[in-house]
């Protein structure tokens, strides 16, 4: 499992260790939805009735020190992750928020963590890519 989720472009030795313990070796997650709640990055919004307060932020129910990790490795990856790169630079140009973008590059590493450690196969960069 190490060597799988240490595979991702962007994710180091350090936080790799943090991923798998903080999820207990992914036992517990069966999507990659409850992997992103986990980790208090999913979108929350503060409705009652008709009434909104505020933008839609992050949760932030999950460990403080797994989502800091997982930002550092965002930070990392829009650099040296292809789709996280392009995802950043697609955001952005759009005209969104960099820490919006940043939060993103973060559910995408994740989502990318979680289908290596389900497929039980190592990280390939163009594995799914369109050709045309």
Known sequence: MVEQVSSVKGIGKRATA??????????????????????????????SG??????????KIGGKQLRHTLYMCALNAKATNAGCKELYDRLVGKGKNKKLAIIAVCNKLLKQVFGV???GILYQDNFCKKTA
């Open 18 to 47: 943090i991923l798998i313990v903080f999820t207990q070796g992914f036992k517990h997650t069966h999507t990659y939805q409850q992997l992103i709640s986990y980790a208090g990055l999913s979108p929350k919004e503060f409705t």
């Open 50 to 59: 008709k009434s909104i307060r505020g933008k839609v932020r992050i949760s």
């Open 117 to 119: 450690v389900q497929s």
